[in-house]
Structure formats: C-alpha cells, structure tokens
C-alpha cells in the first residue's frame, strides 16, 4: 500500500508541476507579480531595489513619486529608488534563478514548489494516517483551487505553504536542524507569519521531552539567519528593521476585521472545497494516540494562520483564500487522517474503496470549482503584460519612457524600459513633461489599457490638449492596451494618415 500510495502522490506533484508549467502566467503585470520580479531581477543585478535616474533628474513635484512602478512605493531611506510593498525575501529565492537561466526562469519556482508542497502533504499525511491518508491528502491538495490559481503565477502563496509543511514534517521527524531552516526561509519568505514559528517552536521544546531546550537551541540557530536577514533587508529598504512595505502593524491588524474575515474565510474554504477540511478539527481525537501529537501541532499552525489572517485587512475577492494555503493543506492532512480513522473498522478493501470514492468526487469537485474560477485560464488573461513588454521592447527607442500605471511592471521587467505612472503626475505637468523628456532625448509615449482611457483623460484634458487622447494609438496590443506616440498627434492635426498597428505578439503560445 506504502508503494502504490507514494506512486500516486509522486504523480500529483509532477502534475502540479506540469500545470504550474503549462497554464503559467509568466507575466510580471500586477502589482503583486511585478514586485516579486522586479526586486528578483534587481537582487539579480546585485542592488538591493529598482533605481531611476530619471527620477532625480525631472523637474516636476514629487518625480520620485512618478517613477514607482506599481508594487512600490517611493524610497525613504535612497532618492530615486523604489522601495517593494512586498516582502521582499520571495524575491532572493527568484534572483538565483535569473542569474543561471535569465529572466523566464523565475517562473519556474512556484511550479516546483507546488510539487514540493503535494509530496510534503503526502509524507505529512502517511505519519498521521497511513499511507491511504498521505494518498487522499497529496491528491486533494494537488486540486485545490487556491492552490491551482497561485502555482501558475509567480506570487509566494504557494512556496509559503510547502515551507511550513516542510516544518511540520520535519519536527515531526525530530530534524530540529532542518526545521529551524525551514522555518527561517518561510519567515524570510513571508515574515508576518511569524506566530507559526512561535507555534513550532513550542513543538519543538515539547516534542525532545529529554532535550528539549537543546533542541529549541537548535531550531532557533538554523532559523536566526534568515530572520535577520529580514530585519537587514527591512533597515536598507524602509528605514527601519520593524518596518515593512505594507504599512502599520496597527493599521493593518484589527479586532473589528474578525466578524468580517471569519465568514468570508470559511465560506469561500467551503465553497472550494466542501466542508470536508473543516473534518480535520476532529482529528486530534479520532487519530491514534502516539499520533495526537502532530495533529496537535498541525491544529495549532492552522489556528494561528487563521488568527493572523481573521485580524487583517478585509478583502472581498475568494483569492485571497490564498493567505490560508498552508492552512489548508495542513487541514486536509488532518481531515484524511480523520476519514482512515474512522474507517478502520472497515474491511481492508471497502475502506481502500469508500476512501477511492471520496476522494475522486472532491477531486472532481475543486477541480470544477478552480476552472469556474479562471484558474486554467490565467495565462491568457494575463497575457497582456508580457505582450505589452514585448513590444515595449522591441518596437520602441532604447532610451524610450513610457507613461504607464496597470502595466508600468511590464514596462520596467518585460520591456526593460523606464515607466512614469501618470497617476502621480501633477495634471498641470501633462505637457511639460512630455516635452521635458523629448528634449532630454528620451523619447515619451503613452501606454493605457482601455479602461484607463477615460480616466486619462479626465485627469489631463482640462489643462492639455494631449490629455484629450483625441488622435489614432501607434499600437494596439491584445485588443487590450494601446500606446500612443504624442508627437502623432500633431501630425493627425496637419491631415496626416496615422496607422494604428494591431499586435498579438504571444498569440501562438497562449490560447484561451
């Protein structure tokens, strides 16, 4: 059974990998992903963020402001540089990665980590109940909606949860050492998850009942490195190493966010899953004795998760379900360790079968409920931000800028050139901007996704007459974002013909 159930859960996480592979973005385009890749590729280049010079060089109010490309915020602590709202530690494990394959080859971190993520599952899932719960787990996890909307897109939801699996399982397995260094990278990579730690911490002083303070000893010292790199890393970039790019702690964390986020949290788990992770609550009194030790401390990292998250800022979007990925995983562990339990008295074959069937119609279930929520079509909504590089670098001039604000990630990561985000622009200095920036021999054009038209131009049409939009784009990308040259537009008011290009450049690899 041990062999058959390792087959079946090493082929989840190859496929996971696989689809993490086939239906990734590889885009750089929100604010999320083009921070990750924007820090990624500046730790690349050996600089600690993204620098303008432009920004110390343009004369308008607040220019630092206007040459933050989206994910950032203006440096407090360097003029002219950008500092990530994003933690920024998801972004060092990327920059190797562009160091030895280039730019493309940080997309492939989360694909890998899914994988990880399925096989700890399982492993975790085999110490609690046996190898038919490891199975159930691993396969349950590898189609879990969250799970299948982040492993395509190069955010740090899904290589937070396979690090704090590889946690429990590794104090689980008494490898104090390598837990510690778990844990120090999923505080690296996500660090306001530290209650976790305290949590596994805890574990660990309880778990080595002889060595115990050694132990924790242990554990603390493999996780000391990177949790001062994170205070390093917050001291160069914010000013301070307390400081993150997210704001407040108290800001951010409130107990007037509980009655919103609880319910939400629980309904969208249930409308994703069905109410079976909530069987894991069970767990710690269904499961063998010798067990109830490590469905203890899987209970306590999901409780402290859901704390953490039920106490931040409410959003109103079923993504955000993501937040609660290692907690998830962990509850599904807990819930299929609960089911083979509960089947023990069940015949060998009618508990394999009953346990078979349960877990191909929650199978089928999340993997409906991922691809009614766009999971599989990620790609090609997105394929817009790497298609607007695409162009951005090769059709315009080197020394180019582009005034951009959705896409400015795009601009700076695929199209290697320089964005101002129009948004932080003084209206007044439409104009006078652009015709800064011609005259400094970097060439200005406007990039703007349809629905940012309008506001364009009520922002800018009332003091400029560029502002008005009112003459043919140069290009039109994706039948999605166009980018106009300004200078076009005297010559459309002299009578000239202006030719609108219509791109795909990325149709052939993406498909709806």
């Not at 080859?105 to 994988?115: D, K, Q, R, S, Y």
Request: glycine share 8%; with cysteine.
């Amino acid at each position: 059974m041990n062999r058959v159930a390792s087959i079946i859960s090493a082929a989840a996480a190859i496929a996971v990998a696989l689809a993490g592979f086939s239906y990734g973005t590889y885009a750089a385009g929100g604010s999320d992903s083009s921070c990750y890749a924007l820090m990624a590729d500046a730790f690349a280049s050996g600089r600690i963020q993204p620098a303008s010079e432009l920004a110390l060089q343009a004369p308008w109010p607040d220019a630092s402001k206007t040459f933050v490309p989206g994910g950032f915020v203006a440096s407090e602590t360097r003029p002219g540089a950008a500092a990530p709202v994003c933690a920024p530690g998801f972004s060092l494990l990327l920059a190797p990665l562009i160091m030895v394959g280039g730019f493309d080859a940080m997309f492939a971190l989360t694909p890998i980590a899914g994988a990880l993520l399925v096989w700890l599952t399982f492993v975790a899932g085999r110490h609690l109940g046996g190898p038919l719960a490891g199975a159930m787990a691993a396969l349950l996890i590898a189609v879990s909606p969250p799970m299948l909307y982040q492993v395509v897109q190069p955010m740090n939801d899904v290589t937070t949860a396979a690090l704090w699996m590889a946690v429990f399982v590794t104090i689980l397995g008494r490898h104090w050492t390598l837990a510690g260094v778990c844990c120090g990278l999923a505080l690296l990579v996500r660090p306001n998850l530290l209650p976790l730690a305290i949590v596994a911490g805890i574990a660990v002083a309880v778990r080595d009942r002889e060595h115990g303070v050694g132990a924790l000893i242990r554990f603390a010292a493999a996780a000391l490195p990177c949790c001062l790199l994170v205070l390093r890393l917050n001291q160069a970039l914010y000013g301070s190493p307390t400081r993150t790019g997210y704001g407040q702690v108290q800001t951010l964390f409130g107990l007037s966010a509980v009655a919103l986020n609880a319910p939400r949290y629980v309904s969208w788990l249930i409308e994703t899953h069905t109410p079976f992770p909530l069987l894991g609550l069970l767990a710690p009194f269904v499961v063998p004795r010798d067990e109830r030790y490590a469905a203890w401390l899987a209970l306590g990292l999901v409780a402290a998760t859901c704390l953490l998250y039920f106490l931040y800022t409410p959003f109103d979007e079923w993504t955000y379900l993501r937040f609660l990925l290692p907690a998830i995983a962990l509850l599904l562990v807990l819930a299929c360790a609960a089911t083979t339990s509960l089947l023990r008295y069940a015949p060998g074959f009618g508990r394999v079968a009953i346990a078979t069937a349960l877990t191909a119609g929650l199978a089928l279930f999340c993997v409906r409920a991922a691809d009614n929520r766009l999971a599989f079509q990620l790609r090609f909504l997105e394929q817009r931000f790497p298609s607007s590089g695409v162009i951005v670098r090769d059709h315009l001039p080197e020394s180019a800028v582009v005034l951009s604000v959705w896409d400015s990630g795009a601009v700076r990561f695929h199209g290697r050139k320089e964005a101002l985000s129009w948004t932080g622009l003084d209206p007044a200095w439409l104009e006078r901007a652009i015709s800064w920036l011609d005259e400094h021999g970097r060439p200005p054009f406007i990039m703007l996704e349809s629905w940012e038209e309008q506001p364009f131009r009520e922002r800018f049409s009332a003091g400029s007459d560029l502002g008005k939009l009112d003459w043919p784009p140069k290009y039109e990308i994706d039948r999605a974002v166009r980018i106009y040259d300004p200078r076009d537009r005297v010559r459309y008011n002299r009578g000239e013909r202006i030719e609108t290009e219509y791109l795909w450049p990325l149709r052939k690899q993406v498909s709806p």
